[in-house]
């Protein structure tokens, strides 16, 4: 057989036997690898889909630090519920003068204060006394003979001013925020007495708790101690102390206010 017929069957039966195909993946260029392992029982995994996930976990750390880091530079103070500065308050009110062994007043009372800020505060106070004698005032005469010399109160004014160097906010049954400050007080003015017709120089101290209501409306209870000379017969001076606990009311105007910097 001559070579040509070697040839000639052999393309015979490569033309009969089935055609293979081996197909190679050169992947997306410049991508990375595209080499792919089990991790353990799980899917498989590529190893820019590990990287991506490794990633991921560094930000989301990194991101959970840098809150931590936030939260302990950055102080969040809540706006006040209420604001005094620059308004007036209007106070109506009562009490009672305790101390006394031998007489008792009832006091009726009303004032205006300007707060010039959040602290300060200057006004004017005004109040009217009922007073009366005690039982203790009758047993001395009538069981001693002794007639003592009453010197009841009358009526007083003071010029005043409070200075508020506690305030704070307290939850009221779960039902609202109280904003509250407490103040002390100290007024020069004058006290009108049964004895004489004079007025009598006196001064005041005293401290108190404000109670913020509403946005127009305060509740405040008082301790006043009013101090004054009182001339008896013989142009005998004794200094008095009038102490006296009330409650007062007090209306704001204007009724309503705006923040200088908004929530």
Same mark, same amino acid.
């Given at each position: 057989?001559t070579?040509?017929?070697?040839r000639?069957?052999?393309?015979v039966l490569?033309?009969l036997a089935?055609? %293979?195909?081996?197909?190679?993946?050169?992947g997306p260029?410049?991508?990375?690898p595209?080499?792919?392992e089990n991790?353990g029982?799980g899917?498989?995994?590529?190893?820019?889909?590990?990287a991506?996930?490794?990633?991921?976990?560094k930000l989301?750390?990194?991101?959970r630090?840098?809150?931590a880091?936030l939260?302990?530079s950055?102080?969040?103070?809540q706006q006040?519920y209420?604001?005094?500065?620059?308004?007036?308050e209007?106070?109506a009110?009562?009490?009672?003068v305790?101390g006394?062994?031998?007489?008792?007043?009832?006091?009726a009372d009303?004032?205006l204060?300007?707060h010039v800020?959040?602290e300060?505060?200057?006004?004017?106070?005004?109040?009217?006394y009922?007073?009366?004698?005690k039982e203790?005032?009758?047993n001395?005469?009538?069981d001693?003979g002794?007639f003592?010399?009453?010197?009841?109160l009358?009526?007083?004014?003071?010029?005043?001013t409070q200075?508020?160097?506690i305030?704070?906010k307290?939850?009221?049954f779960?039902?609202a925020?109280?904003q509250?400050?407490?103040? $002390?007080?100290?007024?020069l003015?004058g006290v009108?007495t049964?004895?004489?017709?004079?007025i009598?120089?006196?001064? $005041?101290?005293?401290?108190?708790?404000?109670l913020?209501?509403?946005?127009?409306? %305060?509740?405040s209870?008082?301790?006043?101690?009013?101090?004054m000379?009182?001339t008896?017969?013989?142009?005998?001076?004794v $200094?008095?102390q009038?102490l006296?606990?009330?409650v007062?009311l007090?209306?704001w105007v204007?009724?309503?206010?705006?923040y200088?910097y908004q929530?």
């Open positions: 057989m070579a040509k017929s070697l000639l069957i052999a393309v490569l033309s089935p055609a %293979t195909v081996v197909a190679i993946d050169a260029a410049n991508d990375g595209t080499m792919s991790e029982d899917p498989t995994v590529s190893v820019r889909e590990r991506r996930r490794k990633r991921a976990s989301a750390e990194a991101a630090k840098g809150e880091e939260r302990k950055v102080r969040v103070f006040r209420l604001l005094k500065g620059g308004r007036v209007i106070l009110g009562g009490g009672s305790f006394d062994p031998l007489t008792h007043h009832c006091a009303a004032g204060l300007y800020n959040e300060w505060s200057v006004g004017i106070d005004g109040v009217k009922f007073g009366e004698r203790s005032f009758l001395v005469q009538s001693f002794l003592p010399e009453r010197s009841l009358q009526a007083s004014v003071f010029a005043q200075y508020s160097p305030f704070g307290f939850a009221s779960a039902l925020v109280i509250v400050d407490s103040y $002390l007080i100290a007024g003015g009108r049964t004895l004489g017709d004079a009598k120089p006196a001064a $005041l101290v005293g401290f108190g708790t404000r913020h209501i509403l946005r127009w409306l %305060t509740l209870f008082e301790v006043r101690d009013a101090l000379m009182e008896f017969r013989d142009d005998n001076q $200094l008095l009038h006296s606990a009330g007062r007090g209306f204007p009724p309503t206010f705006q200088r929530r």
